[in-house]
């Protein structure tokens, strides 16, 4: 495991930046940048960077995964599909990390393509497992749930072991690093976005690793036929659209807008997070009106 002293060096040799302005690593960020396009593919890599302080894109070009890196080992959001594990591991230890130092994996939503990786990531790492009540049993079995909008459009995944529960609220702390669990069902049951602080020096982002929230599903599935699911939807909208957050970071990129923040040189955003919600929103409104015009 890297030491204090390796870790605080590290984060010192990164230099400081005003809170609102995020520079882009010009050798890593920049090159993500070349190597991806919006929408990407799923499976196709992407090299990693540094977003800030001692938080790091590992994901590939059409999938996010975030590696937060402390002293006393690491957490990792989101572990691709089961090919972009591989990919994920790759691109840990192309920044000098070792897998094997990952402490805690969490995720986004119960879906193959951002979950599929993790039972592989946590073999390999030894790493433990947290999961809300709603996606544990997703996890435990590798099929979707019954609930889930998109029941019956997946394939089933490799099973990986659930190692503990995370509620709404809960703190993750490992060493000095502490996550908030934010409960965001709607894209799934058990979907989650995350909340955390990265600094550099005395500069510091309050990051927020939202869902997918987007309501997508099955062509027989109805948002309004199942009035208590849309109303924990609507909820959670509320809840990433009230969060401290300057800057945000999506599950699949292009959500909220990563590329082109990177080409414009500055990943911080103190709305993001309210237009990003506002967007779901819209989004869910029109989906609503179309189940209507359905009738």
Not at 78 to 90: P, Q, Y
Not at 126 to 141: D, H, K, W, Y
Not at 207 to 235: G, K, N, Q, T, W
Request: aromatic share 8%; net charge negative.
């Amino acid at each position: 495991m890297m030491s204090a002293l390796f870790w605080a060096g590290l984060i010192a040799a990164m230099g400081n930046s005003e809170p609102a302005t995020v520079a882009v690593d010009e050798t890593s960020g920049q090159s993500w940048v070349q190597a991806c396009e919006d929408w990407d593919e799923w499976d196709k890599p992407g090299p990693p960077f540094r977003v800030f302080g001692n938080t790091f894109y590992v994901g590939t070009c059409g999938i996010g995964a975030i590696l937060i890196a402390g002293d006393e080992g690491h957490v990792l959001i989101d572990g691709g599909t089961e090919a972009g594990a591989e990919l994920i591991s790759a691109n840990i230890e192309a920044l000098g990390f070792d897998i094997s130092d990952i402490e805690i994996l969490l995720y986004s939503h119960e879906h193959f393509d951002h979950v599929a990786g993790i039972a592989a990531l946590q073999a390999g790492s030894g790493a433990r497992l947290l999961a809300s009540p709603a996606a544990a049993t997703v996890f435990e079995t590798g099929e979707d749930a019954a609930t889930d909008p998109q029941y019956g459009m997946h394939e089933p995944f490799p099973a990986a072991s659930v190692d503990g529960i995370v509620e709404d609220g809960d703190v993750i702390e490992l060493g000095g690093i502490a996550i908030t669990a934010v409960s965001t069902p709607g894209h799934t049951a058990g979907a989650m976005s995350w909340q955390w602080q990265s600094c550099e020096g005395e500069a510091c982002q309050t990051i927020v690793y939202a869902d997918s929230m987007s309501p997508v599903s099955a062509d027989d599935y109805r948002f309004s036929d199942h009035p208590a699911y849309l109303a924990a939807y609507r909820e959670a909208i509320e809840k990433v659209r009230a969060l401290e957050c300057t800057l945000l970071l999506t599950p699949h990129p292009t959500a909220s807008s990563m590329r082109e923040r990177l080409l414009a040189g500055n990943l911080a955003d103190p709305a993001a997070c309210r237009g990003y919600a506002d967007a779901i929103e819209q989004r869910l409104n029109r989906r609503l009106t179309d189940e209507q015009g359905g009738n």
